[in-house]
């Protein structure tokens, strides 16, 4: 069973980082994509930023400028750094992954995430 376990949640002020940590050492894909969501309780889980293996990334506009996301393949871990942290970037993160599907080419597709962890928790308070 793949398992994936962030850490790093912590609190912090306002202005504030944050580095959180995605073990994915059980992702052994050639082509993968991966990412971070956040969800309040109540709310619906909101993606934040995704990566693959094909260079792509994106991120949610209420965060671009802001975090960073990053995978270092060596230790098969993903990262979010988190820096000038909001009130608003209250919530509880997950990272999830799964495998690219190839469309056709070098064209590739990421299905959705069947892969996730159990969250880790990210207080700001000011």
């Known amino acids: 069973q793949v398992q994936l376990v962030e850490s790093g949640g912590d609190s912090v002020q306002v202005g504030g980082s944050l580095r959180l940590s995605c073990d994915a050492s059980r992702i052994t894909y050639t082509h993968w994509c991966m990412a971070w969501y956040r969800q309040i309780p109540g709310k619906e889980r909101e993606r934040v930023a995704t990566?693959?293996?094909?260079?792509?990334?994106s991120y949610a506009d209420s965060v671009k400028g802001r975090f960073t996301i990053s995978r270092d393949n060596a230790k098969n871990t993903l990262y979010l750094q988190m820096t000038s942290l909001k009130p608003e970037d209250t919530a509880m993160y997950y990272c999830a992954a799964d495998e690219l599907r190839r469309i056709s080419g070098d064209r590739w597709f990421c299905p959705g995430y069947i892969y996730w962890g159990q969250g880790t928790q990210v207080t700001v308070s000011s």
């Open positions: 990566i693959d293996t094909e260079g792509n990334s």
